[in-house]
């Protein structure tokens, strides 16, 4: 089984600041390509993928959030966080049977 | 646009089977490359993978639960369906049936979840 840890659990940012997150899993999601997802999940609503491939937005996500990493170790970085970016973030590797980190919560200072 | 829409009873006893329907529409379960999941959310575990259905009728389970549990489809309706057998506390969670497009690959569509209580 691959562990998925995330750091930090929480993290407030002020609107427009940049905010960072990572994801570490015990085992490389790396074969050719990173085997790792973005989610992000508002209060009340499903999971909605963000970035796949470590890197690649979905359609329609702003170009506000970005991706990077490889092997064990990813990072999330939303530029300029907006009121709407408030949500639990999770990440996904998808290399071996699916696992999910805990989670980082983003709020607003 | 796909939705996937979860249903079944939102109580379920110690010991008994929980049992989820997932209705698609917009996509056909049967479509080329689609894998059909059913993913749990814990209120302190978070989220946890408990199997899929592959667009050819074949399903594959977290090893963790494999024991107990069983999904299926019905390819008349568009459905796919889980059983969980001998349900404890530790089942309670919100269930959703989600969908992606490669055995490996992450969940691009996601019901909007069921909560499932177990609890005499």
């Known amino acids: 089984e691959i562990v998925v840890t995330q750091t930090p659990d929480s993290l407030a940012v002020s609107l427009g600041e940049r905010a960072t997150m990572h994801c570490k899993t015990n085992r490389s999601v790396s074969s050719r390509k990173e085997f790792l997802a973005w989610y992000q999940q508002r209060r009340g609503q499903p999971p909605k993928v963000l970035l796949y491939?470590?890197?690649t937005r979905d359609s329609g996500v702003p170009d506000r959030f970005s991706g990077s990493g490889s092997g064990t170790d990813f990072t999330l970085t939303i530029n300029s966080v907006q009121a709407e970016d408030v949500a639990t973030y999770y990440c996904?590797?998808?290399?071996?049977?699916?696992?999910f980190g805990q989670g980082t919560k983003l709020e607003i200072k | 646009q796909v939705h996937l829409q979860e249903s079944g009873p939102g109580l379920v006893k110690p010991s008994q089977t929980l049992s989820l329907s997932c209705t698609v529409s917009g996509d056909s379960i049967t479509r080329d490359s689609t894998y059909w999941s059913w993913i749990r959310q814990h209120p302190v575990k978070g989220l946890e993978w408990i199997g899929l259905?592959?667009?050819?009728?074949?399903?594959r389970y977290n090893p963790s639960l494999e024991s107990r549990v069983t999904i299926s489809e019905d390819t008349s309706k568009n459905q796919f369906s889980l059983r969980l057998n001998y349900v404890t506390a530790a089942d309670t969670a919100v269930y959703f049936c989600?969908?992606?497009?490669?055995?490996?690959?992450?969940?691009?569509?996601w019901g909007p979840g069921t909560r499932v209580t177990v609890s005499s």
């Open positions: 491939w470590s890197s």
């Open positions: 259905i592959s667009y050819k009728g074949n399903p």
């Open positions: 996904h590797q998808y290399y071996s049977i699916a696992s």
């Open positions: 989600v969908r992606a497009m490669a055995a490996s690959g992450w969940f691009d569509a």
